[in-house]
C-alpha cells in the first residue's frame, strides 16, 4: 500500500493473514474501510506449506476526506465452531497530497479604494434583548407545564424513527438473499439486527454468541408474543450456516424473517416501557397509541 495518495483518485491496500491450515479466516467487507471507499477486490490463492497457509487480498480503494492524513486499521475473523475471534490489521497511515495550486505571498497586491460604502442603521439592542427575553420567558413556561410530555413525545418519536430505518435497511438486505449472496448478506443482516437491539435494549449483543443471545432473549421476564419455544434458536442456526458455510435452504428466508419478529415485538415492549414510564411520573393523560 502507498502512504500517500490524491483525493478522489484510487489506490491499492494489500492485506495477507497467516495461519494453521485447519482454520478457515474471513476477510473485512466494505463497512471495515470506513472512511474509504471499496471500487474493487481481488482475492489471491491461498498458499499453504505443511502447517501454516497464507491469503491475500488487494482492495481498490478511493477517499474523498479532506484530512491531511487517515488510519486504517481492518478486522478479519478467525471462524470457530461457535462464534468468530476477531483479529486486526497493523494500523496504517495515509497521507492525501492536493493538486490545489497556492498563491505565492509576494503575488498578492491590495487595491485601493476610495468609493464610499453607505452604512446600515444600526441595531436596536436593547428592543432585542427584551425580545428575545421574552420568548426565552415564553418557552420556559411551556417547558414547565408541559415538559415531561413534550419529552415522552419526543423519545416515542426517536424509537419509531430509529425502528423505520432499521426496518428499511433489513429488508433491503434480506430481499436480495439467494444461494449466491447468502453468506455475505446473512452477514449482514445479522450484524444490523444485533446491532439495532442492542441500541434498543442498551446490552451487549453484538458481542454475545448465538447460545447467549437466545438465552437473553427468551428468558426476558416478558415473554415475546407470536414466537414459539426454541424458534429464535432454530433462526440463528439457519443464520450461522449461511454466514459460515453458504448454506441457502428453502428455511433461510423464514429464520431471517423471525429474526425481524423478534426486533419489532422487542420495539413494541420498549415503546409501551418508555410511554408508561413517563405517565406514571406525569399522572394520568391522554393514552399513547403504540
Request: hydrophobic share 40%; with cysteine.
Amino acid at each position: 500500500m502507498t502512504d500517500s495518495v490524491e483525493i478522489g483518485r484510487p489506490f491499492r491496500y494489500a492485506l495477507s493473514f497467516s495461519h494453521p491450515v485447519s482454520e478457515d479466516v474471513l476477510f473485512p467487507d466494505s463497512t471495515a474501510f470506513a472512511p474509504f471507499l471499496i471500487r474493487d477486490k481481488t482475492f489471491l490463492p491461498t498458499r499453504s506449506t505443511a502447517e501454516i497457509s497464507t491469503d491475500s487480498a488487494v482492495y481498490t480503494l478511493v477517499s474523498f476526506e479532506t484530512q491531511p492524513q487517515s488510519t486504517l486499521r481492518v478486522p478479519l475473523y478467525i471462524v470457530g465452531t461457535v462464534d468468530c475471534t476477531t483479529v486486526f490489521s497493523t494500523t496504517d497511515t495515509v497521507f492525501f497530497r492536493s493538486r490545489l495550486q497556492t498563491a505565492r505571498p509576494d503575488t498578492l497586491r491590495l487595491r485601493a479604494s476610495t468609493q464610499l460604502m453607505p452604512l446600515r442603521q444600526e441595531l436596536n439592542y436593547p428592543v432585542l434583548v427584551a425580545v428575545l427575553g421574552s420568548i426565552a420567558l415564553i418557552l420556559a413556561v411551556l417547558y414547565a407545564l408541559f415538559g415531561r410530555v413534550i419529552d415522552r413525545q419526543f423519545m416515542l418519536f426517536q424509537l419509531r424513527q430509529r425502528h423505520l430505518s432499521f426496518l428499511r435497511e433489513y429488508n433491503r438486505i434480506v430481499r436480495t438473499l439467494n444461494p449466491e449472496t447468502a453468506s455475505e448478506g446473512a452477514y449482514g443482516a445479522v450484524v444490523r439486527w444485533k446491532a439495532y437491539l442492542e441500541q434498543l435494549e442498551q446490552q451487549p449483543f453484538s458481542t454475545m454468541t448465538t447460545p447467549e443471545l437466545v438465552e437473553r432473549i427468551t428468558t426476558r421476564p416478558v415473554a415475546l408474543p407470536d414466537i414459539r419455544e426454541g424458534a429464535v434458536e432454530e433462526a440463528l442456526r439457519t443464520a450461522d450456516r449461511m454466514m459460515y458455510g453458504g448454506a441457502y435452504t428453502d428455511q433461510s428466508n423464514e429464520a431471517m424473517r423471525l429474526l425481524r419478529t423478534v426486533a419489532v415485538a422487542l420495539y413494541t415492549q420498549r415503546r409501551v416501557l418508555t410511554a408508561q414510564t413517563n405517565v406514571a411520573q406525569t399522572g394520568p393523560s391522554t393514552p399513547e397509541t403504540v
